[in-house]
């Protein structure tokens, strides 16, 4: 499975932004499947997260009431809303998938990522 995120750009602070993600064949409607970010200089982070039936959701407190994940089953394709966007949400945002259905926010239990998209906030 291969996964491609696009949406990045640059956007001033209070912005928003829509990421997508999408599969290289159709993700299993048993994938979970998340967004993390990376910021210079910084280690990988969690972000926002979905289970395979779109129930259960996760999020990093720095994000909880700005950012909305989302997921279309039937195009294996992932969605982050970005909302209300601050210059420390700057950083490389990666969608991931994994074979669990559960929503996960441990990195290491991801088993497919994509290339990464840059998302860059102006203040």
């Known amino acids: 499975v291969q996964l491609q995120a696009s949406g990045g750009g640059l956007v001033q602070a209070g912005g928003s932004l829509r990421l997508s993600c999408t599969s290289s064949?159709?993700?299993?409607?048993?994938?979970?499947m998340g967004w993390f970010r990376q910021a210079p200089g910084k280690e990988r982070e969690f972000v926002a997260s979905?289970?395979?039936?779109?129930?259960?959701?996760y999020y990093a407190d720095s994000v909880k009431g700005r950012f909305t994940i989302s997921r279309d089953v039937v195009k294996g394709a992932v969605y982050l809303q970005m909302n209300g966007l601050q210059p420390e949400d700057t950083a490389v945002y990666y969608c991931a998938a994994h074979r669990r259905s559960a929503a996960l926010t441990d990195a290491s239990l991801y088993d497919y990522w994509g290339q990464g998209t840059q998302v860059t906030v102006s203040s």
């Open positions: 064949r159709r993700t299993s409607s048993n994938n979970g």
């Open positions: 979905i289970g395979w039936g779109g129930e259960r959701v």
